[in-house]
């Protein structure tokens, strides 16, 4: 990585007392754990579109493809604000450089899933929405990875959406080096084993858009690439997709390693797949054969490293 990773967090999980009564939302994980390696910019939509601390609480109400923003007691409608503030907000954000999102679940203005939609009549509410600000953020940077606090405590999703982060910055690093077609090959070639963990269809397209993309006027190409290589990894790895891969590294080993080295790694990739051992279990066996064996293919592989180790993403069963 060669320059810092911003991300945009809702300003309440940060611990600033921006909510409608005074308080903070504090998540120790996105200040304590992941402040060691973003850069957070906090944007709180109802404190920057206007609003007091405190003030009355929102909610969504009315059609669901099309709701209002309105105070929970008084029914006072703070939609166009809300929508005029969204759209200066992302323009402003757009120059920012963010590589993900992390939004406050529930909230009928930074909620990104299932945020409830009150029907007019007061009757039970549907949790089908998106705060307006989120649904901003969604509809201006479809690519930019995104997610809610609540949903990083499973592990799964933690992996994936910070996989995500970093995978978006390597991209933006690409770019910002004077990309040409021979960097996007070796770009390319380094991102293959991680994109096959996510994505084998996208893999493959990824591959032939790259083999063919020579013809192709440059600027094209790479943003037919962003689109792509986004796309893959939005989409989460699993023990198949890893048990499909370690499988695949092992054949750059197999006429190198013992007898015994391979029965052991074969044991450990198993565990793995039968949910005995965590990712990391076999991996890092896997990462001492390369270093011994010093295969120069799998030296460069992102997939053996694509974030720091002591965010301890691949931990988990
Ligand atoms: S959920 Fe969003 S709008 Fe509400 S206090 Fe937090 S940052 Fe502000």
């Known amino acids: 990585m060669q320059a810092e990773i911003k991300i945009g967090v809702s300003s309440c999980l940060l611990g600033n007392p921006v909510r409608y009564d005074g308080g903070h939302k504090h998540d ?76 406050k679940k529930d909230s009928p203005s930074s909620g990104l899933f299932r945020v409830k939609v009150y029907p ?13 600000f989120a649904a901003a953020m969604a509809e201006r940077f479809p690519q930019l990875p995104m997610e809610e606090e609540g949903r990083l405590h499973d592990p799964l999703i933690r ?33 293959k084993l991680l994109l096959m963990a996510h994505s084998p269809p996208h893999y493959a397209i990824l591959g032939k858009l790259v083999a063919s993309g020579k013809k192709q006027p440059k600027k094209q190409l790479l ?23 370690m499988q695949h590294i092992m054949g750059y080993f197999k006429d190198r390693i013992t007898p015994d080295e391979k029965q052991e790694l074969l044991e450990l990739i198993w565990n793995y797949r039968e949910g005995l051992v965590p990712l990391t279990v076999p991996l890092t066996l896997i990462n001492h054969y390369v270093r011994k064996y010093d295969t120069a293919y799998l030296k460069k592989q992102v997939y053996l490293s694509p974030h720091p180790a002591e965010l301890m993403l691949r931990n988990h069963v």
């Not at 996105?30 to 007091?52: N, R, S």
């Not at 690093?173 to 070796?186: N, S």
């Open 223 to 245: 943003e037919d690439y962003e689109i792509k290589y986004m796309d893959a990894l939005s989409n989460f790895s699993s023990i198949k997709k890893h048990t499909n891969v």
């Open 28 to 103: 120790r994980y996105i200040t304590d754990t992941l402040g060691k390696y973003f850069k957070f910019v906090p944007v709180c939509p109802e404190v920057e579109c206007g609003l007091p601390v405190p003030r009355e609480a929102m909610r969504l109400v009315g059609d669901i493809e099309n709701p209002r923003l309105l105070t929970s007691r008084s029914g006072q409608d703070y939609t166009e604000q809300m929508q005029q503030f969204s759209a200066r907000k992302v323009e402003e954000l757009e120059k920012m450089n963010l590589c993900g999102f992390i939004f």
């Open 159 to 191: 992996e994936n959406f910070l996989e995500h982060v970093f995978s978006y910055r390597r991209w933006r690093d690409f770019l910002e080096d004077r990309p040409d077609y021979k960097k996007l090959i070796a770009f390319h070639t380094r991102q």
């Open 120 to 132: 007019p009549s007061g009757q039970s509410s549907l949790k089908v929405g998106r705060g307006f």
